[in-house]
């Protein structure tokens, strides 16, 4: 079972994936991990980032290449945050038909600006690696960490100024693959204003349907 995952910034991608991944059993390949990863060593990426521009398709097409290279994604997988363009999805397709891989459908979790902004531009990170959300996940003592009492930071790419450049760069470039999908009969929309346990449901239904 071969799937991709999408939404804006802050639809609740990583959560979702989270919970199929352990469902299922099957490998989450997030960009966002691999860009974060990168962007430790890459000056070029960790600008991209920052900026809340989009890494250019050629170096995101190639990272993902290797990764589907590897064994592990035989038993299945789940593409977060790629295609992020149609160009990126044609590549994919190349990619996939060269493999002889097939995607078994596109989950689209669908979100309205105003509370993406909210979501994102709230969020708090430990260097622990522990994550807190102002509003909806704060932690027990403003500013601090509960696992190990370290100060809580906004990343530079949550701050709302670059949260909203985000968001005008997906609805620009992004918001086409939706059309894209939908001819394929691999869409399905997913409201993402529901609960992190009624989107997950749906999803699974889906799934499970197949």
């Known amino acids: 079972m071969n799937y991709i995952l999408m939404g804006p910034p802050g639809a609740g991608k990583g959560t979702q ?13 997030s960009t966002g991990d691999m860009f974060r990863e ?4 890459d000056e070029d990426i960790r600008k991209f980032l920052e900026s809340g521009q989009l890494v250019p398709d050629e170096i995101v097409v190639n990272m993902v290449k ?14 977060d945050g790629f295609p992020r ?34 979501r994102i531009s709230g969020r708090r990170v430990c260097s622990c690696g522990a994550s807190y959300h102002v509003n909806f996940i704060p ?6 960490c509960d696992v190990c009492n370290g100060e809580l930071i ?24 939706i059309d894209y999908y939908k001819k394929t009969g691999l869409f399905v929309n997913i409201d993402g204003l529901k609960s992190e ?7 699974k239904k889906h799934i499970e349907a197949k």
Request: zero cysteines.
């Open 17 to 29: 994936a989270k919970k199929i991944v352990e469902k299922f059993g099957i490998v989450h390949l």
């Open 38 to 41: 990168a962007k430790k060593s």
């Open 66 to 79: 290797k990764r589907l290279e590897k064994d592990d994604i035989k038993k299945g997988f789940l593409l």
């Open 85 to 118: 363009t149609v160009n990126q999805a044609q590549e994919l397709d190349k990619m996939l038909k060269s493999e002889n891989i097939k995607i078994d459908a596109v989950f689209f979790i669908d979100v309205h600006f105003e509370e993406a902004v909210k």
């Open 139 to 144: 932690p027990k003592v403003k500013g601090k």
């Open 154 to 177: 906004q990343r530079s790419d949550d701050k709302e100024n670059v949260v909203k450049d985000r968001l005008d760069v997906y609805e620009k470039q992004t918001r086409p693959l």
């Open 197 to 203: 346990s009624e989107v997950f449901e749906e999803i």
